[in-house]
């Protein structure tokens, strides 16, 4: 199963790569820069500032700064992780920067209540957005 993540809302794409993993399908998410998270701006960014701040440098928590392991970091909250059932499917699931060429010519999916398009008000930010506030080099 590949997903296209570009202007979709990234809790609605975890909800569905995380459930397809736990079922045994591998799940690829594509252009995961261009995701969204719903909320206010300044709100957000604050959020995951504070989310960074948090603890120290070798205890945690860790928030990566590039977009593929961020979202990732996203759906392991979704995963049963420290279970070995959850484990094994957090290893199904792949982000990935853009569209890499071993998926150029294969079906991607888009999840059709996950866009952008759905949302009653235009307060959303873009994940490289947050990646570039956080101090990513994208």
Known sequence: ???D???MIIGRIATIAAKSALMGKKVDIVNCE???ITGNRDEVLARYKAKRERGTHSTGPFIHRTPDK???R???GMVPYKQSRGKMAF???MCHVGIPAKF???AIEKID???ISKLPSEKYVYIRDICRFMGAKI
């Open 104 to 106: 150029q010519n294969k």
């Open 74 to 76: 996203i759906i392991r």
């Open 1 to 3: 199963m590949i997903i």
């Open 91 to 93: 290893e199904r699931i």
């Open 70 to 72: 961020f979202v990732r």
């Open 34 to 36: 261009n995701a969204v």
């Open 113 to 115: 209540n996950a866009h």
């Open 5 to 7: 993540a570009n202007d």
